[in-house]
């Protein structure tokens, strides 16, 4: 219990002005001594007790009727532990440019609206907590926070499963946890949608696993100078929100997880920089199986490390040349619709303004061999009416997957590319017959061969000779009524009958492939 003739003259005016509602505010006015940095310097005619701060959002001084009470403090050196664990408080919290001595603990506390803005203070244990109003952390200096044994680990902002009703601002706030969490949020629902903008800084990862954000996550321009543990900068595996904004210079030294991640609206990494682990081990971006409607993938420069997207679905794709690193896995990621970003102008990509073979070296980047993303790609070209470039995208297929097989199926293989292109390029057959009825024709027609039967059957025709050759079913009269005494053409003749056999064995093969597959 705290006694009214205890009170410190500035603890009086405090206690004075909460029924009210009215603002304390004991700054100078001069820049140099009100800064927060320098708060622990401050004397007895800015200090308030925690204890102080607590009784009165306890209800230790009553309120007048008609009046709605509300503790409102600015530039104080706030001292002692300012612990409202499981409190329920009624009245709201606004304190700004203030210095606190040790961490504000409101495990499982429900309040109104708490503002601590501007104000340099160790951490924040608002963990199960229920804020009424939002929570505003605005330009705060944090560092040194408590530690949280559901993780083991240094975390200055502690909001796990807290739940906000309006928004979590932390925008231009500075956060200090090397090797630990700079803020720890998983589960936490925010109906109003977080804010990390303006200059926010983070020495240390920030974790939001699971949390429900239907207003929304913003991280425009923030920083997240050094990762948490593991080498994640960003954890917000298996959120669900209606929009993440991740753009104008958005910085992640660390890894970036969205694995899981339900996006109703759009995923936007416009102008961002992900420079994924420090030691350039870690992966840029891990976002197997998110899920978004718009996905903005346009960085500022190529990520540092891997980008994963395995499983993942978006609806429509937005990127550009310098999207994408040396190694992308895209097995199982399904899109609707790719627009190309060239030259700040977005556009649907077409194979006159980018050509197939960018979009094939781009799945190439995968660490191995999977047929999805080639069907999907395929998928589509068709889908916007550009069936060749499907074709072109399906025989890349057949030749990435062809350095996986055994030598002999390799061989086949590559008969297969080199006779009819897989049945996606069927007039290469027809091209190897016309040049090979060319040479036969030309080769018979310098000699005359010997007839089976002397005096039967028509005239020799190098023509007709040579198709009847070249094609193995049914006949044209002329393979069975001439054979040759010379053996370099009798050999020809053979070869002629192989390659006739391997020709439509290839082209039946190749094209029953693609029939079968259409």
Avoid at 218 to 240: I, K, Q, T
Wanted: with cysteine; charged share 20%.
């Amino acid at each position: 219990m705290v006694s009214y003739d205890e009170l410190t003259p500035p603890e009086r005016a405090l206690w004075d002005a909460f029924p009210d509602g009215r603002r304390l505010d004991l700054r100078t006015g001069t820049p140099e001594a009100d800064d927060v940095r320098g708060g622990g310097r401050w004397g007895a005619e800015r200090t308030v007790r925690a204890v102080v701060i607590a009784a009165l959002l306890l209800g230790a001084n009553t309120t007048p009727s008609g009046v709605v009470a509300s503790l409102r403090l600015a530039g104080a050196r706030i001292t002692g532990p300012l612990n409202l664990s499981g409190a329920q408080i009624g009245h709201s919290l606004w304190l700004e440019e203030c210095w606190f001595e040790e961490s504000v603990d409101l495990f499982a506390a429900s309040t109104q609206t708490l503002s601590v803005i501007g104000s340099r203070l160790p951490g924040l244990n608002a963990g199960s907590s229920r804020v009424e109003g939002r929570l505003d952390l605005r330009r705060c200096v944090m560092d040194r926070g408590p530690v949280s044994q559901f993780h083991g680990k240094v975390t200055v902002v502690l909001l796990i499963h807290a739940h906000v009703a309006g928004e979590v601002l932390l925008s231009g706030a500075e956060i200090t946890a090397p090797g630990g969490w700079a803020v720890s949020a998983g589960g936490m629902v925010s109906e109003g949608g977080v804010f990390f903008r303006d200059g926010f800084v983070a020495h240390g990862g920030v974790r939001m696993r699971g949390a429900q954000l239907p207003g929304g996550l913003f991280m425009r321009g923030a920083r997240l100078e050094s990762p948490g543990p593991d080498g994640v900068a960003l954890a917000v595996d298996n959120v669900v929100a209606s929009s993440l904004n991740f753009s104008g210079g958005f910085t992640a030294n660390g890894t970036v997880r969205l694995r899981g991640a339900q996006i109703s609206d759009s995923l936007s990494f416009e102008g961002a920089v992900l420079n994924g682990a420090p030691d350039g081990d870690g992966p840029a971006l891990l976002g197997m199986l998110l899920q978004a409607v718009d996905f903005d993938f346009t960085l500022a420069r190529p990520p540092a490390g891997a980008v994963d997207l395995r499983g993942a679905r978006v609806s429509y794709l937005h990127d550009s040349r310098q999207s994408w690193p040396d190694v992308v896995e895209l097995d199982g990621f399904v899109y609707g619709t790719i627009k190309v970003d060239e030259a700040g102008e977005r556009r649907e990509a077409a194979v006159r303004r980018e050509p197939v073979a960018d979009r094939v070296e781009w799945i190439r980047r995968s660490s191995g061999y999977s047929p999805q993303p080639y069907e999907q790609l395929a998928s589509w070209y068709r889908s916007i009416g550009h069936d060749d470039d499907a074709r072109r995208v399906l025989l890349a297929k057949q030749r990435h997957r062809r350095r996986t097989l055994p030598p002999a199926n390799r061989a086949w293989g590559l008969l297969l590319d080199l006779t009819v292109g897989y049945g996606y390029r069927p007039w290469l057959a027809g091209l190897w017959l016309v040049v090979l009825t060319l040479l036969g024709t030309l080769a018979f027609d310098a000699h005359t061969p010997s007839p089976m039967k002397p005096g039967e059957g028509g005239p020799f025709q190098p023509l007709v000779y040579t198709l009847d050759l070249l094609i193995p079913i049914g006949g044209l009269g002329q393979r069975t009524a001439w054979y040759w005494t010379q053996d370099s053409l009798q050999w020809l003749a053979y070869l002629l009958i192989g390659c006739g056999w391997v020709l439509t064995t290839t082209f039946i093969a190749g094209m029953t492939r693609t029939l079968q597959k259409n």
